[in-house]
Every structure is written in structure tokens, then in C-alpha cells.
């Protein structure tokens, strides 16, 4: 074993994962992103190998940069076909829930998993988790529950099944949550089970490549537009945001997935500690939070957006106009003033 976790009592469905064939949905959260894809991929490869009948079931689609993944064309997302999604639950065995630990995150779905007489499975890095599953394995230490989908198959004794393609998928993972190595998550430890996911063959420039060189030219157009239109830095909250109408959207033509990463260009601002990207959605408008050192992103999100997620990575949403979205998002600074400016 490579490291402790702080909850892992995985080892107790052990026979059933090496037992009899049965019906398995795995479950991540909506508008999955790398981790939730490449966990919920990752372990769909492993439990093939155990010719149970899997079904990787997100709510929804996270965005067309995640389509390399290997088995997403087989993919099926929950809200396309919610009749079906529903038919698909009920007759699960084992249900995974992965990259989430409260079921608000998988919008519909959470109900129907909460209700389900399934053995539910939680693998998860997010702080607080709610009591659903009859199983966890969940570390808020963890850098991605792609390490952790590692750790499961750890647990298994089942290392020597992890293949160039499940590999591909739990590195995609790896690098998406930690910023290519770059968040203080990332530890040897880390690096030493990326060196096992690079044994098998995987190629990981590709990945690379998948991830970051295969931009549409209108997103980048949109980047720019934003870094010289719409960036705003408040130096005495040591604060810069991004607030972007639903016009702006279309005029550039972003699609789900597109605006990933945005937020870290305020956050890349010299003496910058905290930024935010606030997007108006169809329905609601959607606040992205990073943070650097020890202004605590996620209780920040909860207390004024209904958000969580980690310290220095969050999220929220406003049911407000992106006009009073913003103004909320100012008037709650000076409550920070203590970590956020430099002159008290
Ligand atoms: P992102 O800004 O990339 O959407 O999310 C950053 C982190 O915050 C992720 O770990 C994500 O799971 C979490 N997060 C984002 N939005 C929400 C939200 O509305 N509620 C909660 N609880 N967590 C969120
Ligand atoms: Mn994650």
C-alpha cells in the first residue's frame, strides 16, 4: 500500500467485485470534469476485466475535450434519455458514486440513487460527505479520485490490471485536478503512482495534447476577449474576477466545457490570492472559485453561493441576475478582509 486513507472500507466488497457478473452504474457529477471522467472511465475498464455489465452515467456532458477518453462513446448520459437513466438504476447491483460526496451534484439522479436498494459506493476527495453510501473510500487529502480509483484497485490487490488504458484515463484525471502538477496535492506519492500509470505504456504527451493543444479557435478568441474586456482586479481584496453575459457566450459560441480553466488566469495575477469566474447560465448563474495559500474558497462558496468543493478550488450558483450576482459577490469580500487584505 502506498499511502493511508482516511476512510477505505472497499475491501469488503471485494467478492463481489471478483464474484458472479452484475449490473453496475457508475455515477459522477453533472458537468463532469477530467477527474470525473477519467475516474468514472478508469474504473469502468477495471470492472470489464471482471465481465460485469457496466454503464458510466453522469447526468450530464462535460464538454467535447473529455471525448478522447477511451470508452466514452459508450458513455450514457442520464438527462438525454431520463426514462431510460431511471430503467438503468433500478436495475443496478452496485451503484458507484465518483468525484461527488452529497447527491445534489447529480441534479435528478440524486433522489433516485438515494432511494435505490442498490450497494452504493462513494470514492470521493471533496470535504463533508453526506452519509449515502454503504461504502467509501474517500480522502480529502487525495489529489484527484483518479488517485483514488488507484487506490481501489490497490485495495483489490488488482495493480497488475491496470492497463495503458485505464492508465490513460486515471492520468487524465491526475492532471486536470492537480493543474499538471502544480497544487499542492501533488506529493511523490503522487508522482510514484504516476510513474506506475506510465509503466503500462500510456502515452501520456497525447493526453497532454488531448487536453491543451486541441483548443476550438473561438474559445481562444473568447480568452482573449475576456483577459482584455472583462477582467476586473480589486488589489485591496488582492481579488480579480470574470463575469461573462449569456450574449457573451453566444456571440463566441461556447459550448459546455469551454470556459474550463478561465478563472485561472485572474488567479495568475501577481499579489492575486483569490479569483472568480462568474458565468450567467441558461438557469442559473454559475460562480467558479481558486484560491491560492489560506483563503478557504470552499467556505466562502457555501456561505454566500450554496457551493462547496475544496479549499482553494470551488463552486456555486446564484438564482439572482449576473448584475446583482456580482454585487453580492463584492459585498461579500470585507468579511475576508481579514485574509484577503494586505493592510490589515
Ligand atoms: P469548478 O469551478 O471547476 O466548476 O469546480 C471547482 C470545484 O468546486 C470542484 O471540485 C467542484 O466539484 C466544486 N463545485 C463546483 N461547483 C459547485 C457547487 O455548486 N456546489 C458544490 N458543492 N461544489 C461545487
Ligand atoms: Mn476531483
Known amino acids: 500500500m502506498l499511502s493511508s486513507i482516511s476512510v477505505n472500507n472497499v475491501h469488503k466488497i471485494a ?18 470534469d477530467g477527474d470525473a471522467m477519467g475516474s ?5 475498464h477495471y470492472l470489464k ?26 458513455v450514457i448520459f442520464f438527462e438525454d434519455n431520463p426514462d431510460q437513466g431511471k430503467i438503468l438504476l ?17 441534479n435528478e439522479m440524486g433522489d433516485i440513487i438515494g432511494q435505490s436498494l442498490a450497494i452504493k459506493v462513494m470514492i470521493d476527495h471533496h470535504t463533508d460527505p453526506q452519509p449515502f453510501s454503504h461504502y467509501q473510500l474517500w480522502d480529502e487529502h487525495a489529489a484527484a479520485t483518479c488517485q483514488l480509483v488507484y487506490h481501489f484497485i490497490e485495495t483489490l490487490e488488482d495493480t497488475d490490471k491496470i492497463d495503458a ?19 499542492p496535492a501533488t506529493t511523490p506519492h503522487l508522482h510514484r503512482i504516476v510513474a506506475k500509470l506510465m509503466e503500462t505504456g500510456m502515452k501520456h504527451h497525447v493526453v497532454q495534447e488531448m487536453l491543451y493543444n486541441n483548443s476550438s479557435l473561438n474559445r481562444l478568441q473568447f480568452i482573449g476577449y475576456c483577459l482584455s474586456k ?3 482586479v480589486l488589489p485591496q481584496y488582492r481579488t480579480a474576477y470574470i463575469a461573462v453575459t449569456r450574449e457573451e457566450l453566444e ?27 462568474i458565468i450567467d447560465r441558461t438557469i ?27 479549499f482553494n478550488a470551488a463552486g456555486g450558483e446564484s438564482e439572482d441576475s449576473l448584475e446583482r450576482t456580482i454585487g453580492r459577490f463584492l459585498d461579500a469580500l470585507p468579511s475576508y478582509r481579514h485574509i484577503l487584505s494586505l493592510s490589515v
Open 165 to 183: 488504458t485505464i492508465a490513460t484515463c486515471l492520468y487524465t484525471g491526475i492532471v486536470t485536478d492537480t493543474g499538471s502538477f502544480r497544487y
Open 251 to 277: 456571440q463566441f459560441n461556447i459550448q459546455t466545457g469551454e470556459t474550463e480553466g478561465l478563472v485561472n488566469y485572474a488567479l495568475s495575477i501577481e499579489g492575486v490570492i483569490f479569483a472568480a469566474l
Open 284 to 310: 442559473k448563474v454559475k460562480l467558479s472559485f481558486r484560491s491560492m495559500g489560506d483563503f478557504p474558497a470552499n467556505e466562502f462558496a457555501a456561505r454566500y453561493f450554496k457551493g462547496g468543493g475544496h
Open 40 to 44: 468514472t472511465l478508469g474504473l469502468y
Open 230 to 232: 472583462k477582467l476586473t
Open 15 to 32: 467478492d463481489k467485485i471478483k464474484g458472479h457478473p452484475c449490473n453496475i452504474v457508475i455515477t459522477t457529477h453533472h458537468k463532469p
Open 49 to 74: 476485466k471482471y465481465h460485469h455489465k457496466v454503464i458510466v452515467m453522469p447526468p450530464n456532458d462535460g464538454g467535447r475535450y473529455l471525448h478522447f477518453l477511451p470508452g466514452h462513446d459508450e
Open 90 to 106: 433500478s436495475h443496478a447491483d452496485i451503484i458507484f458514486s465518483l468525484d461527488y460526496g452529497h447527491l445534489s451534484r447529480v
